[in-house]
């Protein structure tokens, strides 16, 4: 048995469904076989081959092969909410008869009442005092268990499936092409941690170890002689735009040399990235695919990627991935 | 080439010298031969059988094979001085002319006239104080050159070597017996963690990411062009105590079913781990070796083994490794 033939073995073995098809290697020798052939994956190929080759000038021990990926918009769908801030609305609903001050208090009650338009008005503010209210006060088990069920139930308004199936077939197929070629692949996210690592293992094969995200403080606190982790209400991490740089720094401790994101919060990361000491590879998912996912690049006003992104993108020489020209396959689940 | 074989060779072209012999596996049929074939080397030969057996009824798939070890006194010497202290009071001398102030003020003053017993007595808020003005106001990687400079000269006042000698032979035995058995092994310290990286991958197989400790905040900063992270004064995450259980959950995101340590602030990392669903094994080195380390167990005044720990570890069967009766070595460059 070969040594990658063994190492995929174990990788299916803990990958589950989550809309992915069948582990790539079962394919195609195509490495990424639902990317087409455009300059975006021969940049990538390119950058592989020239790290992973032993006496190449650009050859990285296997050691020194950090991989980090943005979650949201970059690794699954984030439009028309990012999935956690839908979670987070279910939870006010399912616990609002415990808080029956909610009916009139902002930002509960445009979150009670379904008007996500007006409650996005409240900005980060609100949000925090969302996430505040319902990620903390249980313990990390009570939470872990919460988010697992809402996952099995809970469906996007537009594709009508589990969230756990708008994961993207290529970037999937390129954490795996990665991790076969010696990679260890992390994801780095505003996104809770918590909330991530319940779904990143089964789902892009990514342990939760390898999470870095926003994070809130817990206590440990010895409940009729068991020992418990609750969730507290304060914040202890925040994971976005220069916090992404200082994030790998805290959880993963050295530089990647390769990083993709999808909007001015991972910026920096590219940044960071790109400062790496021999060749690097930093790239951004651009959402230009109105027809097959959601189309909210430098010409809308939705999501973050502004034109000053763009710009900057394609002056120092970072890839941009159209989704519409450069993706063969969004979903798996779905028509090519 | 079998699997293990090929792991062990990627293992051994991280592992550098650090006092360590040649690799395990090169010598004998034994994992463990520099334990003596007492009961708790039976405990961990056994453990480890029946999680790694498939079809046992303790059997524990390899991604939830999580061990977490703590670092100070449990890997290598942390007597007479914790070996981050004795850094930072170098530290403190090296830049003293920057200081003129220190000459006076304590706890700088002790510091710079090498009066360690006084030093002592300004505890927890004095070593904060030290460490905040020796680990901050310079970047992660100049921090990280000077901690590297500083492990090549500095020697340890009894043993007369480096540092990295100065680290347990059986333990890191342990360490890649549980690696070649599936295990991920991760630090879970008190100490800092920049302070840490900046060796485990080297002398221990552990590479930063796998390393668990207090950290401080650092911060994002553009210059000249160039992204750099600036180490600040304040602290982010204090790793110790019950600290050590929100660590691992922080860090890890899963609960250990391996955990050694060597004090009291190893006490919560034990009883998470103790809390695991299926078998798990907890352990504590026991410092009784005045002639070949130190002895400053529960019958000393020094250290943080207390009595009632011992007691604590018999009553819940927790294993107690004597480091005079289960260890045949305890330094690799040492004679038996």
Chains 1, 2 share one sequence.
Not at 46 to 73: E, H, K, L
Not at 77 to 93: A, C
Not at 215 to 236: H, N
């Amino acid at each position: 048995m070969t040594i990658r033939l063994w190492r995929n073995l174990l990788v299916a073995a803990v990958l589950g469904l989550c809309g992915a098809a069948s582990p790539v290697w079962a394919q195609s020798a195509d490495p990424l076989p639902s990317w087409n052939d455009s300059a975006v994956k021969t940049d990538i190929l390119d950058f592989v081959a020239r790290v992973t080759t032993d006496g190449s000038p650009d050859y990285v021990p296997p050691q020194d092969r950090i991989a980090t990926f943005d979650n949201d918009g970059t690794l699954w769908v984030e439009q028309p909410l990012y999935t956690q801030f839908v979670f987070v609305i279910d939870r006010v609903k399912a616990v609002s008869n415990q808080h029956p001050e909610w009916k009139t208090k902002e930002p509960f009650k445009s979150a009670l009442d379904g008007n996500t338009a007006k409650l996005l008005t409240y900005g980060e503010k609100g949000a925090i005092a969302l996430i505040t209210a319902t990620h903390s006060g249980m313990t990390t088990v009570e939470f872990n268990d919460t988010v697992n069920a809402w996952l099995k139930t809970a469906k996007h308004p537009r594709f009508k499936r589990p969230y756990t199936d708008l994961t993207y077939k290529p970037m999937i197929e390129l954490l795996e092409y990665l991790r076969a070629n010696g990679f260890m692949t992390f994801i780095v996210s505003g996104g809770g941690i918590e909330f991530m690592r319940a779904y990143t293992e089964q789902c892009y094969g990514i342990p939760p170890w390898h999470v870095v995200g926003s994070a809130g403080k817990t206590e440990f606190r010895m409940w009729d002689a068991s020992p418990t982790l609750v969730k507290l209400p304060d914040l202890l991490f925040f994971d976005d735009g220069p916090g992404k740089a200082e994030g790998i720094n805290h959880y993963i401790g050295r530089q990647p040399i390769f990083a993709f994101g999808n909007s001015i919060g991972d910026k920096e990361m590219l940044e960071w990235t790109a400062n790496c000491q021999g060749l690097c590879f930093m790239g951004l998912v651009h959402h230009d695919d109105a027809v097959r996912e959601y189309a909210y690049g430098p010409d809308s006003d939705v999501g973050r990627f502004p034109v000053a992104l763009m710009e900057h993108a394609e002056a120092v020489g970072w890839d941009v991935v159209s989704m519409k020209n450069d993706w063969k396959e969004i979903f798996s689940w779905a028509k090519p």
